[in-house]
């Protein structure tokens, strides 16, 4: 079942405009993970916050925590043509045991030249 | 490049057939997972294997089955092919068995006519 939800399902902004992306999830977790996909390849790790951070930066990438209200953001800053791609949430539930990511269904963003 | 290997790139086959996708994860990654990708269910946890054992089990179907060698390649096997079953399927890696970022092959394209 998909545990995330982004919002918005698809975005379309100028480039060199900032592009934000929001998330919610339902369960506790122990990490957040954002991951881009271009165009029905495979998933690229973008960026990875734990539960107890709150914000992360990774260079024109900034990501917020906000585990009371279970979501969190992508911001993307200066964006270029290149940034056109979906981009994906994914949890690590918390407690005991090993499992995977569940994933949100994504935002696709489209970077107009 | 993530440096997980996934083969082959394409398949076509029809309904009733049993397929065997391969994927060769990260040089030192001793976990596998496995990733279905369809319109309608999203990304979607199939199983993981860490060092040669089932760590965890998703939504996998009764007919779909995976294994880990111990050279820490892994197979999925689906069997019994249903049109439904057409999609994208990934395989990640991670360094152990814990909750930390897992690193996507470029996916192998399943289309079952």
């Known amino acids: 079942s998909q545990q995330g939800e982004e919002d918005p399902q698809a975005l379309s902004i100028q480039e060199g405009e900032n592009a934000t992306m929001n998330c919610s999830y339902k369960?506790?977790?122990?990490?957040l993970q954002w991951y881009r996909q271009n165009s029905g390849r495979g998933l690229v790790h973008l960026i990875l916050?734990?539960?107890?951070?709150r914000e992360k930066h990774s260079g024109r990438l900034r990501v917020t925590l906000d585990t009371s209200k279970k979501s969190s953001s992508l911001l993307i800053t200066a964006s270029r043509a290149a940034d056109t791609a979906s981009y994906f949430c994914?949890?690590?539930?918390?407690?005991?045991?090993?499992?995977?990511?569940?994933f949100g269904k994504g935002t696709h963003l489209i970077i107009q030249p | 490049d993530s440096g997980v290997t996934q083969t082959p790139k394409h398949l076509i086959t029809a309904t009733g057939q049993r397929v065997t996708l391969r994927c060769s994860p990260r040089?030192?990654?001793?976990?596998v997972y496995w990733y279905q990708q369809s319109l309608d269910q999203g990304l979607q946890f199939l199983i993981q294997?860490?060092?040669?054992?089932?760590?965890a089990k998703g939504n996998i179907l009764e007919r779909f089955s995976a294994q880990q060698f111990p050279d820490l390649h892994s197979e999925l096997n689906l069997s019994s092919l249903e049109l439904g079953d057409s999609a994208l399927y990934f395989c990640?890696?991670?360094?152990?068995?814990?909750?930390?970022?897992?690193?996507f092959g470029p996916g192998t394209r399943l289309l079952v006519l």
């Open positions: 990640a890696s991670s360094v152990s068995r814990n909750k930390e970022t897992q690193y």
């Open positions: 294997y860490y060092n040669g054992e089932e760590r």
């Open positions: 040089s030192g990654d001793l976990s």
């Open positions: 994914a949890t690590h539930r918390s407690g005991g045991g090993a499992d995977g990511l569940t």
């Open positions: 916050i734990r539960s107890n951070e």
């Open positions: 369960t506790s977790i122990n990490n």
